[in-house]
């Protein structure tokens, strides 16, 4: 096996990069630990999944839970303990983008293709929370290295460390799947990847692979597809096919998620205006395998739907790589982007640590409210819920379910999501309202709009106050709250959901909030 040694000699180059990298993760771990922010809905989802490992959950696959067992095991259920491996697995990918850029281009550019990477904004802000973008990228940078690695002559051990990034990457989300139309596009087109793969080395590729994502596609056909099922859903495509306004959007978005001077020079350099030597330009019709489909199927994407900023996020490593080797000489271009993205990151880092009445004078009240108030809400929601005997307390909006489950750990009162269709439609609808629950349910509702099809499910539904949680300022000047409005209700009958049933209820609200006076 390589040794730590053996990937990082005592070359100028790598003790910069490694003294870099460590120094960053010192100070994205300090961020970590200091936050003072709540866990947003997704982390409290995946923390939840922790507590019961399997080989896949509804919305993701394992990866991600099985992290936050780890961590959590060690640590303690505590936020912090949730987000502690984000910064360690970023500083490992920008790691593996050195390695290969020292592979492909030459050592300084590894150090810029890592620089550019861990100081990217979209890596800036995973760092600080737990998402499955984060879990990924370092088994889609070790697979780029790896790739290489194989193309240049690497043999078996080589070739059955690309199949475990691949399998690793694929059971961390299903982006890692882009990795594989890049592989198959460089035997296309790239010769001396195509004779490593069409081999016995290639063959190990996929067994090892397989071997590795086999019990995460069985546990899916044993559970209705539930994880392909939502991945298909989330790309949103029952509606009007043919946007082209969100195509503007998506590289406006773009510029946000690589840095806007990395972003045009990856556009310059796709330009022609990039290194033209031979060697180079080799290296960067391989790289571009990895990159230009991600865009292009992302920005098609967003074209017939929609498509969030992240989507497209596994397209920046081999970005990172291409920009690195294409101005590696033009250090103007790699140290603007390297210092612009470094006033972001300081502002990323800074901002979660502010206090309420710093982040409402600079008008960031909003930006966080997603992170803020569940600790107090739950508190107060299950305070009310034991005064008044409930025998479970019912929400109506998933991200409050998994905000409220977190910070209530302790409860001895379930918490239930309410179903407005006739299944389940996330994971927090997984388990009904029905039997001894629903006697006597306190129903804490965020949404007026969905309180005439709760009261259609109860023969009583009456109003006992409500919790409300003060999340800022926004910068019109409107207070941001969170408003849960408390009903106890009971002769839980729900009603059949059929069209009917929801063209009765349209457009009825109770106990709607009053509109802001700064925005009338």
Request: charged share 20%; with cysteine.
């Given at each position: 096996m390589m040794s730590a040694a053996s990937l990082f000699p005592k070359s100028p180059e790598a003790r910069l990069t490694l003294g870099i990298l460590v120094l960053l993760?010192?100070?994205?771990?300090?961020?970590?630990?200091?936050?003072?922010?709540?866990?947003?809905?997704?982390?409290?989802?995946?923390?939840?999944?922790?507590?019961?490992?399997?080989?896949?959950?509804?919305?993701?696959?394992?990866?991600?839970?099985?992290?936050?067992?780890?961590?959590?095991?060690?640590?303690?259920?505590?936020?912090?303990?949730?987000?502690?491996?984000?910064?360690?697995?970023?500083?490992?990918?920008?790691?593996?983008?050195?390695?290969?850029?020292?592979?492909?281009?030459?050592?300084?550019?590894?150090?810029?293709?890592a620089l550019l990477y861990a100081l990217m904004p979209a890596v800036t802000l995973s760092s600080s929370v737990l998402s499955t973008d984060g879990v990924l990228m370092p088994f889609w940078c070790a697979g780029l290295y790896l790739a290489w690695r194989l193309r240049a002559g690497g043999g078996m051990r080589c070739a059955a460390a690309l199949g475990a990034a691949l399998g690793f990457?694929?059971?961390s989300k299903y982006a890692m799947f882009y990795f594989l139309i890049g592989l198959a596009l460089a035997c296309v087109l790239d010769a001396p990847m195509r004779r490593?793969?069409?081999?016995?080395?290639?063959?190990?590729?996929?067994?090892?692979?397989?071997?590795?994502v086999a019990p995460h596609f069985a546990w899916n056909a044993a559970n209705d597809f539930q994880t392909v099922g939502h991945t298909v859903d989330n790309a949103k495509l029952g509606g009007e096919l043919f946007n082209p306004e969100n195509a503007l959007k998506f590289f406006i978005d773009q510029l946000g998620v690589f840095g806007p001077v990395s972003f045009l020079a990856l556009l310059a350099g796709l330009a022609g205006r990039g290194l033209k030597d031979a060697r180079s330009g080799e290296a960067a019709r391989w790289l571009l395998c990895f990159v230009l489909p991600v865009l292009a199927f992302i920005l098609g994407q967003a074209v017939l739907s929609r498509a969030h900023a992240n989507w497209a996020a596994t397209a920046f490593p081999g970005a990172s790589l291409l920009v690195a080797g294409w101005f590696a000489g033009q250090r103007a271009v790699i140290w603007s982007s390297l210092a612009v993205n470094t006033l972001v990151a300081a502002a990323f880092l800074i901002a979660p640590q502010l206090t309420m009445a710093q982040t409402r004078a600079l008008g960031i009240?909003?930006?966080?409210?997603?992170?803020r108030g569940w600790d107090v809400a739950a508190g107060?929601?299950?305070?009310?819920?034991?005064?008044?005997?409930a025998t479970a307390v019912l929400v109506d909006e998933r991200e409050a379910w998994h905000g409220l489950d977190?910070?209530?750990?302790?409860?001895?009162?379930?918490?239930?999501?309410?179903?407005?269709?006739?299944?389940?439609?996330?994971?927090?609808?997984?388990?009904?309202?029905?039997?001894?629950?629903?006697?006597?349910?306190?129903?804490?509702?965020?949404?007026?709009?969905?309180?005439?099809?709760?009261?259609?499910?109860?023969?009583?539904?009456?109003?006992?106050?409500?919790?409300?949680?003060?999340?800022?300022?926004?910068?019109?000047?409107?207070?941001?709250?969170?408003?849960?409005?408390?009903?106890?209700?009971?002769g839980y009958t729900p009603a059949e959901r059929t069209p009917e049933w929801e063209a009765a209820l349209d457009g009825q609200k109770e106990f709607a909030e009053p509109p802001c006076p700064a925005t009338d």
């Open positions: 993760l010192a100070v994205r771990v300090a961020g970590v630990l200091a936050s003072p922010l709540n866990l947003y809905a997704d982390e409290a989802q995946y923390w939840r999944w922790s507590q019961d490992l399997a080989w896949g959950y509804y919305s993701k696959p394992p990866m991600i839970a099985w992290v936050i067992y780890v961590s959590t095991a060690v640590f303690g259920d505590a936020e912090w303990a949730v987000r502690i491996t984000a910064p360690v697995l970023h500083t490992a990918a920008a790691g593996f983008l050195f390695l290969a850029g020292r592979s492909i281009f030459s050592a300084k550019t590894g150090v810029y293709a990457g694929i059971l490593a793969l069409v081999s016995k080395a290639g063959a190990l590729v996929l067994l090892v692979a397989g071997l590795l009240d909003n930006a966080l409210k997603r992170t107060q929601v299950f305070a009310e819920a034991e005064r008044l005997g977190f910070y209530s750990r302790a409860r001895s009162v379930p918490l239930i999501s309410w179903r407005r269709y006739a299944g389940p439609k996330s994971f927090s609808e997984r388990e009904p309202l029905e039997g001894p629950l629903a006697e006597r349910v306190l129903v804490a509702s965020l949404h007026p709009g969905m309180r005439p099809r709760l009261r259609s499910d109860f023969a009583e539904f009456e109003p006992a106050g409500q919790v409300r949680i003060e999340l800022g300022v926004r910068a019109n000047g409107c207070p941001i709250t969170r408003v849960f409005q408390l009903y106890v209700a009971s």
